[in-house]
């Protein structure tokens, strides 16, 4: 039996067989939206993808301010870790985004062949570089305007500088980028704004309250404490860094973006099979 240019065919099945009554309409639209709202991303110039990396650092610094704020006033790192959500609730309102929310929604972009994969590592490249600006600029600003910070802010890069680089500490990063791809899912399955804020503390809690080893979060910990004058330096950010963003991307796009495309795999044929051409 034929089908049409979305894959559907003429008794209105799609390519196994299932009627739309037995399709599941929410996983369906999830995808939709991700392809129909990320596509425009991976579409930026590189000002706008630089700026809107470099404000995704400056806002996720806040929630460090809070983190250290409260693990200085309280020793508790669960709190503080609650604490942060206040940076992700800046992203969220400030529809700017993190090198690490970049794994699920554009990668479903190209996979629907609605943009190439060189504007995917384009897309992440630069955003990356502008989380790091932006992270690093605020930083310093934060640990020269709240002087008191200074001996927290040390003590918390010191636990990053000195993370060893061993099986356990690589799957803390992977625990970590998977957690936060999943967050881009939660904030996407819901019109609900207190939704999205509860989804925001709760991810806050895990990654930065049990200590998951984020690449660019913990790297904001490593900037405030080399300007607080640590004994650590770039050296020691440079390795946790790069061993940090390998589980991350793995974690993000292996445990999470892999599943949940496998899971809207039909959805997802229909769209390549009525894309528009893709531009380099």
């Not at 925001?200 to 300007?227: N, P, Q, W």
Request: glycine share 12%.
């Amino acid at each position: 039996m034929g089908t049409d240019d979305s894959g559907q065919r003429a008794d209105g099945t799609d390519s196994k067989g299932r009627h739309p009554g037995i399709r599941e309409d929410q996983v369906e639209s999830a995808l939709d939206t991700m392809v129909a709202g990320g596509r425009p991303r991976l579409y930026r110039t590189f000002p706008e993808l630089l700026a809107s990396g470099t404000i995704a650092g400056v806002e996720i610094s806040l929630g460090v301010v809070a983190f250290l704020a409260v693990e200085q006033a309280t020793g508790s790192k669960l709190l503080a870790g609650i604490a942060f959500g206040v940076g992700f609730v800046v992203l969220l309102l400030g529809n700017s985004e993190l090198f690490t929310e970049g794994f699920l929604v554009p990668v479903a972009v190209v996979a629907a062949k609605e943009a190439s994969v060189w504007r995917l590592l384009r897309f992440w490249l630069i955003t990356l570089v502008g989380n790091l600006l932006g992270g690093w600029i605020t930083m310093w600003m934060v640990i020269t305007a709240f002087p008191d910070l200074t001996d927290t802010a040390v003590k918390t890069g010191k636990t990053f500088a000195e993370a060893p680089l061993d099986l356990g500490g690589f799957l803390l990063s992977v625990l970590a980028g998977s957690v936060m791809t999943l967050l881009t899912r939660m904030r996407i399955g819901t019109e609900n704004d207190v939704a999205r804020i509860v989804a925001s503390f709760v991810v806050a809690f895990l990654v930065a309250g049990l200590g998951l080893f984020h690449s660019i979060l913990d790297t904001l910990f490593l900037f405030g404490g080399i300007h607080a004058d640590a004994s650590y330096g770039y050296a020691q950010w440079l390795s946790f860094f790069g061993w940090t963003v390998v589980g991350n991307m793995l974690g993000g796009l292996g445990l999470t973006t892999f599943l949940r495309l496998v899971r809207s795999h039909e959805r997802l044929y229909e769209w390549r099979k009525a894309r528009r051409p893709v531009q380099g």
